[in-house]
């Protein structure tokens, strides 16, 4: 058993991994984000649009980041295929005899890559960056850029299972990259602190210069820190000599450092370094590496410390995608997430469970926030056979794993490579839950895990590696540090080695929720014993999910609006009141506002949270929630589902405004003025004006519109497809005889914790769905709260003028029951009347649940 209990780290960089707004002033190194003026085409996998457009003009034109399913409003099913991206790319005249690449910082998850019709590159791996040279087939002037896409289930591939969705995708940015053929590597600079203390330190810098000249070539590489201030403190300079079409390694010292300023959740502070190579005295490479001085101890006995003062650790999980966007967010929705946890108190991120854009490690260094990054390697309770998206997490057939093997191995090296100078960085997370692994594997999963381990610690000494959800198969026990989920925290005490809790739970609820952390056990004293080095709360946003509603788990919407629970822990950890809730009024007008009203650049690297609030008369938000839609009305941009989005009242995974709040993210293309505006029937409407500055302009008339994007149910699409029943009865009209005040949607909410409590008339009640198509009835599923005695009658209508009785049952006590319906088909009207054989009885139902077949 391998452990280490005090491991000092060192402190680290993150050198340009992200793409800036704009190309930089120098010519000696420049970076061009080219997120704008995309073509995209789904394909068949036979398809071949490496050099032409495809026939018949089916191409939509398309910003990055982008991805497969836009929009997306969270439902567990989700487009998976292929779909092919094209970019016509300029390159400038005098570019061409230089080292010139395309950096992309995530692409699901299998990318082949082309330059005007020859294919120069691939990458497997659907979360982490990676670089493909074109400089061979670069031509001065226009070049076609294309790229296939597929988001296949791949046995051989990380992760092949998970609690998320995997959507396809260009879904982070992408730049165009020129240097100098001789260069400083991709990420090459790795930056420790080693023989650190609050009083004195020395730097360790480690560069790989790669020379892609046909001659060998002498050079110096000179390294300059620069302090919070951005002062010059230091400098060291090596020369040395490369041989034509080799790399190297450089190690250079910076030695007595004195009272270097630490970083911490408190003080955030950044140093830099400036690396520079010269020929003579010409400079023909530079960059800068950002990092930052501090040490974290993981101990067995007294938990975490950070600069030598124990911190215990208060975290949040966090998944990447956003309500409509999906997976392709923005950089500006990266910094909102986290600056939301922030301002909630948290000190940690868990980057569930995957490795996340790295401007989100860039953030988390900015902002103060300690940040857990996960390797893929990912399973999900209840696996099954091959073939999806719940599978076992080791493969089960040996044919797959020296394949699966390389995968996860290869995902964590570039997740290190990218993310391993910065300072936000406390450990590096092998996993979540890989025991849900057949048994028949469970021998090849640990021994990847461990496999894993020592990889992390050859890629970066200064890190301890943490296996994360290690709560069954004794998995905890394979690396240096135990994260246990759930039950975990109870059956794992003081294991003797370092651990944490790396998910507790929270509530299952859509917004408002209510105010109290759920699992208040989790943050209370008591639960803080001195062994366990912290926490982490499952989970700070709602999310897509394959397995429903249980991606309802956030302490904030999918739309980026908190709930109270997100006001809970801000007030526990930062003492911070609650505000006033709304409460039903009298709507009157609409409040439009955005978290900002100007939007730099036009390559949807910075983007505005749109919100629309109900106003009553009295001036107050109040909680009601007529439907509501936003247009732009004049100017540029765009919504994910185009230039307009209605939003309703509804609880199941859809476009929703709640509380009489809603919000969504706006992006655009084109500079220039919009004005949006938010309208209700019967209610004064809204404007608000979002300026976005740069190139091209917007020209009304003249720049084509973006076209309006349907959401697409894929649940429904591909259960029609295979001619399984579906659900069809979420959220569809209802109607009852009951004269209480409980809405009678809350049967069929999508939500069994949601409850409808009829009232009897004459000593029974009846519900009633309007399926609002025509179906072959396959099923009903009845779910209660409390137990039901007494007798069931489900009659179908085409009409709902003639209603035939199709089941009847009579029940002692019962709290679910299932009825397969053998004669009903084409129906749309379903009624079930419910008879108490108490009077007295209070009814509770938690969901009526239809499913059926159409075409």
Known sequence: MKKTFLFPLLILVVTMFSCPNSVEETSIRTKTNINRDWRFTFSNESDDFSGQLQAGNTWDNIGLPHTFSLPYFRSESFYEGYGWYQKDLIIEKASIGKHIYLEFDGVFQVAEIFLNGAKIGAHKG?????????????????????????NVWDAQLAPRAGEHVFSGGIYRDVCLNVTNKLHMAWNGTFVTTPNLSKEKSSVNIKTEVQNTNVFDQEFTLKSELIDPQGKITNEVSTVHKIKAGHSFTYNQNIEDIDNPKLWSPETPNLYKVRSAIYVGKSIVDHYDTTFGFRWVDWTADKGFFLNGEHLYLEGANVHQDHAGWGDAVTKAGVYRDLKLMKDAGFNLIRGSHYPHHPYFTEVCDQLGLMFLPENCVWGIGGFGDDGDWKSSTYPIHKADMDAYNNSAKQTLLELIRINRNSPSVIAWSMSNEPFFSAHAVETEMKGLLSD?????HELDGSRLAMIGGAQRKDVDVLGDIAGYNGDGAKLYKNPGFPNM????????????????????????????????????IWCGFDHGSIAGNMGEMGIVDFFRIPKRSWYWYRHYFKGIPA????????????????????????NATDDAHVNVKV??????????????????????????TGRSITFKETTYNDIQILDGHA???FRSYEGGTSVIEAASEGLESARIEIITTGEPRFVEGKTPLVKERVYKDYRLLKAIEKGEPVKVSDTRPTRTNSTGSSLPSLANDGHKWTKWKPTLVNGTVWWELD????????????????????????????????????????????????????????????????????????????EFEVFGNTN
């Open 126 to 150: 659907g979360y982490t960056g990676f670089v493909i040279d074109i400089s061979a087939k670069a031509k001065a002037g226009k070049n076609l850029l294309a790229v296939r896409v597929n």
């Open 452 to 456: 894993l381990v020592d990889l992390s």
């Open 501 to 536: 809790v790396s998910e507790y739970g929270s509530c299952v609820t859509d917004r408002p929720g209510d105010y109290t952390p759920c699992w208040s056990s989790h943050i209370k004293d008591g639960e803080k014993p001195e062994w366990r080095s912290g926490h982490a």
């Open 579 to 602: 505000p006033e809730w709304p409460v039903k009024g009298t709507p009157k007008r609409l409040m439009l506002f955005a978290d900002k009203t100007t939007i730099e650049g036009t």
């Open 615 to 640: 106003i009553g008369e009295n001036g107050k938000h109040i909680s009601n929630s007529p439907d509501v839609t936003l247009s732009i009305i004049s100017g540029p941009g765009e919504f994910p």
């Open 663 to 665: 919000a969504i993210e």
């Open 771 to 846: 399926m609002e198509n025509f179906y072959d009835v396959d099923r009903v599923e009845l779910s209660f709260v409390s137990d039901f005695k007494g007798s069931i009658l489900i009659e179908t209508s085409l009409n709902k003028k003639e209603w035939k009785g199709v089941d009847k049952n009579t029940y002692h006590n019962i709290k679910e029951t299932k009825r397969i319906i053998e004669d009903t088909t084409k129906v749309r009207f379903i009624r079930i009347n419910l008879s108490p054989k108490n009077s007295d009885d209070v009814l509770v139902i938690g």
